[in-house]
Each structure stands twice: as C-alpha cells, then as structure tokens.
C-alpha cells in the first residue's frame, strides 16, 4: 500500500512562497522606485511618500494620487478616482475568495489587501497545479513584496534623482515583460483568447481615448463581459436530472 506524502509544514509553505517572491520583487523595483522619485519632485516627504506606498498599495493609484493631490479638486473626488483605478483588485478578491473559504472572514480581509495583481496571478496558478491556498504560503508569498515595494519608495526618493533617464535604459518594461510572461501561462483555460484579445484591443483604445491608467481598468472590465458572454450557462440540477431520466 502506498504512503501518501507527509504534510507540509507551515515553515516549508512559508519558504516556498518566498522564493516565488523574489522575481516579482525585482520587476516591481523600477516602478516603486519611480514612484518615490516623482513622489519627491511633488512635494512630498519621504515619510508621506512611505505613507503612500504602505497604505495604498497599488502604483497605478499612487500615481494618479500624485498627479490630484495638486489639483484643486474635492478630497471625495481624489478617493473616488483611486477607487476607479484599482477596481480590478474588488474582481481578484471575489476570485479568490472561492480559493480561500478556509480562512476565517477576518483572515481573508487582511490577506485580500495584499491581493496586488501578480499576488493574484500567483494564486490562480497554484490553484491550478491543484496546489491548496494555505495562509502560509500566501504569507510568505506577500510579506517580501509588500515590504520591497515599501523600501523602494524610500531608495526613490533619496535616490531617484541619480538616475536621469529610466527609461533609456530600459526599467520601466521589466513589470510589463513579467506581466506577460503570468497571462501566458493562462493559455491553456477555455476561451483565453478572445478574453486576452477583447482586453487588450479595449485597453489599447481605450489609453487612446481616455487615458492611463483608467485603460487598465477598462479593458478588464471588456475581458469580463466577453468572458461572460462566451460562459455556456448550465442547466440547473434539477432539469438535468430530469433529462437524464
């Protein structure tokens, strides 16, 4: 009779989902880096750029904060626009509820605010390899990115400035690249290309038309509906059971 494998220790989780932190640690570093840099050229403390970056969470929306905190425009309206911005993350927590209902209501509220877009990609694609969602794992996964992305405001904004042109070299399309790399392994579920397609095609137009970052949100609203409408709907349980009779 064969043995199954003893369980994984917590400290074992813990590890493994460190080491999947590492690569996203160093494609977030130019971005959060950026941020501290323009946080800085806005006027802001390097206590109040740290501030940002640990209770916002999010570079989209830190960015579009920056850019309203000057403005002369209602503190509601400033909300209501990173809200908007960081939409998608409402849409990951709902997902990854169903991956998570082991986890007590409170330990999913915490959890969930660490739900940032790879930390998201990274669930799903241990969803996938039939792999559970354990708290530990989860942790380890999200402690180093969220404490990088921290650390890097402050390089940025004590250090930004040494670096003229990020952009001449190249750092601002290592997060893209990576982001590529995490759609590309969804290839393999049902209608993935015309959802990756319809998303991308409407976040391009969009960009065009309205702007960034409000094109992120948008075209993932468009993956959405088309996922929506391409989902065959299934016969209720009842009617099955009475076909099959």
Same mark, same amino acid.
């Given at each position: 009779?064969?043995?199954?494998?003893?369980?994984?220790?917590?400290?074992?989780?813990?590890?493994?989902?460190?080491?999947?932190?590492?690569?996203?640690?160093?494609?977030?570093?130019?971005?959060?880096?950026?941020?501290?840099?323009?946080?800085?050229?806005?006027?802001?403390?390097?206590?109040?750029?740290?501030?940002?970056?640990?209770?916002?969470?999010?570079?989209?929306?830190?960015? &579009?904060?920056?850019? !309203? *905190? =000057?403005?002369? #425009?209602?503190?509601?309206?400033? $909300?209501?626009?990173? +809200?908007?911005?960081?939409?998608?993350?409402?849409?990951?927590?709902?997902?990854?509820?169903?991956?998570?209902?082991?986890?007590?209501?409170?330990?999913?509220?915490?959890?969930?605010?660490?739900?940032?877009?790879?930390?998201?990609?990274?669930?799903?694609?241990?969803?996938?390899?039939?792999?559970?969602?354990?708290?530990?794992?989860?942790?380890?996964?999200?402690?180093?990115?969220?404490?990088?992305?921290?650390?890097?405001? &402050?390089?940025?904004? !004590? *250090? =930004?400035?040494? #670096?003229?042109?990020?952009?001449? $070299?190249?750092?601002? +399309?290592?997060?893209?690249?990576?982001?590529?790399?995490?759609?590309?392994?969804?290839?393999?579920?049902?209608?993935?290309?015309?959802?990756?397609?319809?998303?991308?095609?409407?976040?391009?137009?969009?960009?065009?038309?309205?702007?960034?970052?409000?094109?992120?949100?948008?075209?993932?609203?468009?993956?959405?509906?088309?996922?929506?409408?391409?989902?065959?709907?299934?016969?209720?349980?009842?009617?099955?059971?009475?076909? &099959?009779?």
């Amino acid at each position: 009779m064969q043995k199954s494998p003893p369980p994984v220790s917590n400290a074992e989780e813990f590890r493994r989902g460190f080491r999947r932190a590492l690569p996203i640690a160093i494609a977030i570093a130019p971005f959060g880096i950026l941020f501290g840099t323009l946080a800085a050229d806005h006027g802001l403390s390097l206590g109040e750029a740290v501030l940002m970056s640990a209770t916002i969470y999010a570079g989209a929306s830190q960015l &579009v904060g920056l850019e !309203l *905190f =000057g403005q002369q #425009i209602a503190p509601w309206l400033v $909300v209501l626009s990173i +809200f908007a911005v960081n939409f998608r993350h409402v849409l990951y927590s709902a997902v990854a509820g169903r991956r998570t209902r082991h986890w007590s209501g409170l330990t999913r509220a915490i959890a969930f605010f660490f739900l940032v877009d790879p930390q998201f990609a990274e669930v799903e694609r241990r969803a996938d390899e039939g792999k559970p969602i354990t708290l530990a794992w989860y942790a380890g996964l999200a402690a180093p990115v969220y404490v990088f992305w921290v650390a890097e405001a &402050v390089l940025g904004g !004590l *250090f =930004g400035r040494l #670096i003229p042109n990020p952009h001449a $070299v190249g750092l601002d +399309f290592l997060l893209p690249i990576y982001f590529l790399g995490l759609v590309m392994e969804f290839r393999g579920r049902p209608r993935w290309l015309p959802i990756v397609a319809t998303s991308a095609l409407t976040s391009i137009v969009a960009e065009r038309l309205v702007g960034s970052p409000w094109h992120v949100s948008i075209g993932a609203l468009a993956g959405i509906a088309i996922a929506v409408v391409l989902t065959p709907v299934s016969a209720p349980h009842h009617r099955l059971e009475e076909s &099959v009779e």
